[in-house]
């Protein structure tokens, strides 16, 4: 029987899916053979589906004794070389922080993908927020490089958990995702590419023989090739300054070229890491500068105000850290005034606010009571702003 | 003549930067020879070991020694040896805590790594103290004792953590002593030959701290202690718990067979 011609596109992957399961899809995609996790809501759909699916193709799967236990374990399993991920929200977060200095220091890939519900402590478990943003970029003790994503729909949390497996494998670093609780817990149609029609990264190994091998030297690129375990490449991992060679040490003219070489690698590629959306931004007069659940508002609101004629466009970021300064400065250039409205009381506000150089006024809309900024909300604040 | 032929010239680091991190006089440099010595014995080679630790002076072990290694943050060894066991099962994992690292702040991962029975070689080294952060007493201290954080006397009780691996379901739990360096050779022989997660706790001693506490002024003192309070597990039976207040009890603790969690979980889900 001859099949039709768009049997083939048809039959690609359409499919009613959560945020968190999308997540699950993306690090299946991405490589992950290997997840540690503890409970928590609403994060369990992430761990619940790897429990299902991650045996099935050769991985493994463990439910640990708490959170700083499940992050050890990722990285033990990446250190051994399977590529690593483990999902929480925020009390769980505040656990692996200890793990996740660990990992920047150790230099070990793994995905952290942290659900944000609404805090201090446990805080509103089954309602939304985006309270961790400063959490993730500081939370764990010391001066350190971090990498976090935030998606604002099902694809994206599919889409950026892949990018948050190949970040993590191209700078040796955690990288974490994180996802405010509308959108792990929203359910949408999403077509998904096939494997191979996504670019998936892996770690640089070694190429010299073991006995060459220096496991902290800095190749130019500052990432050094990681080797897995089994492989004849004997050496040292240590959470302490170590030297060139993995071995602890104190001496400053070793420890100011480590620290300097852990920035530096995420730092050089900092506008390879501009990723965001724009839309209507050319003439705006104002601009809404969003992420997570709050950009999808945001636009209905700038549609909704563009409607009435009044000049205003939106930038969704897709990167939270290190922060596009170059995308909102670029913005500010254009834009006398610029909106964030956040489901929190101003933390990319603060950033925003921390980039102007004086040409533009940074306004908020925070709210922090467990519901999300709807459109109207957001319109509303435009039409208050917006420079008559 | 200089015996040159000793394993550990075939085991140490030779591109790491010596002397290492312990006192003079201490006892985890017996252990660490009779590791090597062990390990020299068996039939791993330094490929296929990782070698895990937490954070203390046992735990800079790992540093010295030319095996694949991983020197953690303070507790949580375990979780890093579970990773590295599921990610890779044909690596032989041994981990290296010392009694705070061990029951203190890993106390949660120390019990669930004994119920859940990954195959896990576990040595904690027990010298009853804090040594690297300055001799304050850990929940190995026993009662009583004066230390820079108990300075009128310990009022708190000790674990016994053979007991609590074994009561945690560890297959193979045993103790030996510094001192008895040919049964320690021996429990850890059959500690990494064992399937599951094996426990052997080694009492050291920490001349530096705990033996000043304790009143025990020089490395001889604190051995011919450890000789003097150490009794097998077969005269302990004869005992009557009142006589065995502050003996070690040494030898094999327990010993039995129990399906390892690889084993398991290869049957449910394949």
Known sequence: MKKPKTAKKMMTYRLLLQGNEACVKGALMAGCLFYAGYPITPASEIMETMARDLPRVGGAFIQMEDEIASLGAVLGASLAGAKSMTATSGPGFSLMQEHIGYGCMAEIPCVIVDVMRGGPSTGLPTQGAQGDVMQARWGTHGDHPIIVLAPSSVYECFDLTVQAFNLSERYRTPVIVLIDEAVAHARESVVLPESGQIAIEERPRPTVPPEWYIPYADPGSGVPPMPKYGDGYRYNVTGLCHDIRGYPTTRKDEVEPLIKRLFSKISKDAERLQWYDSYFTEDALVTVVAYGSVARAGLQAVKQARDKGLKVGLIKLKVLWPFMRHTIVAVMENSPRILVPEMNMGQISREVKRVNRGNCEVLTLNKYDGTLITPREILQRLEEIYPC | ?270
């Open chain 2, 1 to 270: 003549m200089l015996e040159t032929a000793h394993p550990i010239h075939k085991y140490l680091r030779s591109s790491k930067k010596f002397p290492h991190i312990w006192c003079a006089g201490c006892g985890i440099g017996i252990f660490m020879n009779a590791l090597i010595r062990a390990i020299d014995r068996s039939a791993y080679n330094k490929d296929n070991i990782v070698l895990v630790s937490g954070i203390g002076c046992s735990s800079r072990l790992p540093v010295y020694v030319d095996f694949n290694t991983v020197h953690t943050t303070h507790g949580r060894a375990l979780t890093f040896a579970t990773g590295i066991k599921l990610a890779k099962p044909g690596m032989k994992v041994i981990t290296i805590m010392g009694d705070g690292d061990a029951v203190s702040i890993g106390g949660n991962h120390f019990i669930h790594a004994a119920r859940r029975n990954v195959e896990i070689t576990s040595f904690i080294v027990n010298n009853q103290i804090y040594g690297m952060t300055g001799g304050q007493c850990s929940p190995a201290t026993p009662h009583g004792v004066k230390t820079v954080t108990s300075p009128y006397g310990n009022a708190e009780n000790n674990f016994d953590i053979c007991l609590l691996a074994e009561a945690a379901g560890a297959p193979f739990v045993a103790r030996s002593t510094v001192y008895h360096t040919k049964l320690l050779d021996k429990l850890m022989d059959k500690a990494l030959d064992r399937k599951g997660f094996s426990v052997v706790e080694v009492i050291s001693q920490c001349v530096t701290y705990c033996g000043r506490w304790m009143g025990l002024n020089s490395p001889v003192e604190m051995m011919k202690w450890l000789k003097e309070n150490s009794l097998t597990v077969d005269k302990a039976k004869e005992m009557c718990e009142e006589d065995l207040k502050g003996k070690i009890v040494i030898g094999i603790l327990a010993d039995r067979e129990r399906p390892t969690y690889l084993e398991e979980y290869e049957k449910f889900v394949r």
